[in-house]
């Protein structure tokens, strides 16, 4: 049986956007090329899988007694439109983990931490270029 862990609820309507029903969580939202002081689906998509990655990435990581604390993991989203009314989204990431030199165990760990992040589903997601898990 699957435990909830966690919920949250967020409302969008005409030009923002309202996290938990809490007024000071409330943030402006606009066209993906509009202006840079608003929020888009795609930016908060971002900022939601670098950071669901980097808790992934920190929890692969210390299960394997690798030091998480210069860890970082960047995420890149498109909107992409594939005829009429055809959207996507593609994402690129990239996971910085200083503590792990070696090349093959730090590729385990961010395919591992990938593989365990829940926002990585149907949205294609690469690591440095790479698909994890592809030959």
Request: proline content about 6%.
């Amino acid at each position: 049986m699957t435990e909830r862990i966690y919920t949250t609820e967020a409302t969008s309507g005409r030009g923002s956007v309202r996290i938990d029903g809490r007024d000071d969580m409330g943030y402006r939202v606009g066209e993906p090329s509009g202006e840079q002081d608003r929020l888009n689906p795609e930016r908060l998509y971002a900022a939601a899988l670098a950071t669901c990655l980097h808790q992934s990435l920190v929890l692969v990581a210390s299960s394997a007694d690798v030091e998480t604390a210069e860890s970082a993991v960047t995420a890149r989203v498109s909107l992409t439109h594939d005829g009429e009314r055809r959207y996507g989204l593609n994402a690129t990431v990239s996971m910085m983990l200083p503590g792990v030199p070696d090349e093959k165990l730090r590729d385990q760990i961010t395919a591992e931490a990938v593989r365990v992040c829940p926002m990585v589903g149907e949205i294609p997601v690469s690591v440095d270029g790479k698909t994890p898990g592809a030959p």
